[in-house]
């Protein structure tokens, strides 16, 4: 069964202050991985899509790597707007793709 | 513009009752899918389509149904058979049923029950 585990659950910075989110996966047949964030009552957004060890992708302040066993997005000088929740979900074949519970990040300016 | 909408935003069950939620998307998109989300928690996937008139169960799926008779309408009832749907409820879709494409998400229908 895959498994998607997020970490840490909650992140608090200062503004200005860099941090890494984690995830790690344990699939048969990695398809994608996805990062979206989601602000509250909203539904989530789209950031980066992963499809091989060694990638990175980057979008303004967030960078996303991934390796066999875990993705991390990267924050630099993260500002207060950053703050939202972060998923990261992982797609093994057509259709299905497990969300981790997420990691809820909040920038204080 | 392009998207995905969900109606309502809010929604009310009755014990008992059965309930529809609606999702349309005008994106063009093959697949359509329905998740739960519960407070603190990923999404879990309920349903899933990948073509009109066809779809599978995801992890949770019981007490719920769908259908599937337009490419762009994809609703989803919550039945009495579910014994806590008291959730939000997350529609999406992605371009290709067998690609690995991101999806798009509405914003979402909070379900109560009274």
Request: proline share 4%; aromatic share 12%.
């Amino acid at each position: 069964e895959d498994q998607v585990t997020q970490s840490p659950e909650a992140l608090r910075l200062q503004e200005g202050e860099s941090s890494s989110l984690n995830c790690s996966y344990t699939v048969s047949g990695l398809r994608g991985l996805f990062w979206y964030r989601q602000d509250p009552g909203k539904g989530p957004e789209f950031l980066f899509t992963l499809y091989s060890a060694g990638e990175e992708k980057e979008k303004e302040r967030l960078k996303a790597t991934l390796t066999k066993k875990e993705s991390f997005l990267h924050i630099t000088a993260p500002k207060p707007e950053d703050s939202a929740t972060y998923l990261c979900a992982v797609q093994e074949y057509a259709g299905k793709s497990t969300f981790g519970d997420g990691t809820t990040l909040t920038v204080k300016p | 513009d392009g998207g995905i909408t969900q109606s309502p935003k809010y929604l009310f069950r009755k014990e008992g009752q059965n309930v529809t939620l609606s999702c349309e998307q005008n994106l063009n998109h093959d697949a359509m899918y329905w998740y739960r989300q519960d407070p603190g928690q990923g999404l879990r996937l309920i349903y899933y389509s990948q073509i009109v008139n066809d779809f599978q169960k995801g992890d949770i799926a019981e007490g719920y149904s769908v259908s599937r008779e337009k490419k762009e309408s994809f609703p989803l009832t919550v039945t009495s058979a579910q014994k806590n749907p008291t959730a939000f409820y997350l529609c999406a879709s992605s371009m290709f049923a067998s690609g690995n494409t991101e999806a798009f998400f509405g914003q979402g229908t909070r379900l109560t029950v009274v």
